[in-house]
């Protein structure tokens, strides 16, 4: 009787199919990335619309005064409705 085994995983064969598991592993993206950019849309759009409603405050004549001196405020005209 053939005493000699064949070996169906050679210890190459196994070396390689671990690395390329590591390295499909590497280029993976992680699946909460379009949640957070989301998150980041949803941010902006509150910060915008509660700058839109001091600017469009009557009564908020010093913050419009301050906002021009501002620095980092990314300026656009808004237009105010007159009362």
Do not use: Y
Not at 54 to 70: P, V, Y
């Amino acid at each position: 009787m053939n005493s000699h085994k064949k070996r169906l995983v050679t210890p190459s064969l196994f070396a390689i199919t671990v690395l390329l598991s590591m390295l499909l592993g590497l280029f993976q993206v992680p699946p909460a990335s379009a949640n957070d950019k989301m998150e980041a849309n949803q941010l902006i759009e509150k910060a915008q619309l509660t700058l839109q409603n001091f600017m469009c405050d009557q009564n908020m004549g010093t913050f419009h005064k301050l906002i021009q001196k501002a620095q980092g405020v990314r300026r656009r005209r808004i237009s105010v409705p007159i009362s």
